[in-house]
């Protein structure tokens, strides 16, 4: 049975979702995990418990199979999650992340914006949102080119905000999306402002 085949089942088993299996070079095996989402549900979090469930089931299965490794991990999806599925986006529209294209877009978006997009950029910063209809793309991503605020600067209020940017994108143009790494102590704020841009 392949590898991808064996912790699936494992991990579905249990009622989670698998987000990830990664191989490094000095034989880890690190495998992510998550609880399904469901629209509409609160959201629940892996924890040490979960992790140890699933570890110790998968040591018994890559026995059976002969599966190579050194060491296994298992873990929860963390502040950077991954975005593979269209139901991870899904999930998470609304939210800011970080995509990265397998390819550079081609053409200046917003060529007549004050601040367009360059060709050759790749990787980008937004809240993530489904795109409007009529367009060929089924998500984008909407951000302002704004400087970072210092600790303790402030922000003059006759000062202009950036315009608004959008980049459509379909999911197989993307190398990678991940929720965007943000430490907030008060808490992941839903819904937030597009802010950022090029990472």
């Not at 008060?186 to 402002?193: L, M, W, Y």
Request: net charge positive; hydrophobic share 40%; with cysteine.
């Amino acid at each position: 049975m392949a590898l991808q085949e064996i912790v699936e089942q494992t991990v579905t088993g249990f009622g989670y979702e698998l987000v990830e299996i990664e191989r490094s070079a000095g034989g880890l095996l690190r495998i992510t995990i998550d609880f399904p989402w469901k629209p509409g549900a609160g959201q629940q979090f892996i924890n040490v418990e979960d992790c140890e469930k699933v570890t110790r089931q998968l040591h018994f299965a890559f026995e059976v199979d002969a599966v190579e490794y050194r060491r296994l991990e298992v873990s929860s999806p963390g502040i950077d999650r991954p975005l593979k599925r269209e139901q991870d986006f899904e999930r998470f529209a609304g939210e800011v992340i970080d995509i990265t294209l397998k390819a550079p877009i081609g053409k200046d978006v917003g060529a007549a914006a004050a601040n367009p997009v360059h060709a050759s950029r790749k990787r980008f910063r937004g809240t993530l949102e489904r795109a409007p209809a009529g367009g060929v793309a089924g998500w984008q991503i909407v951000w302002r080119d704004e400087p970072a605020l210092k600790p303790g600067q402030k922000v003059s209020k006759k000062r202009v905000p950036a315009p608004l940017q959008a980049l459509g994108f379909t999911l197989d143009e993307l190398r990678e999306a991940r929720l965007a790494p943000i430490v907030d102590f008060k808490g992941r704020k839903a819904r937030a402002t597009a802010a950022g841009g090029e990472i």
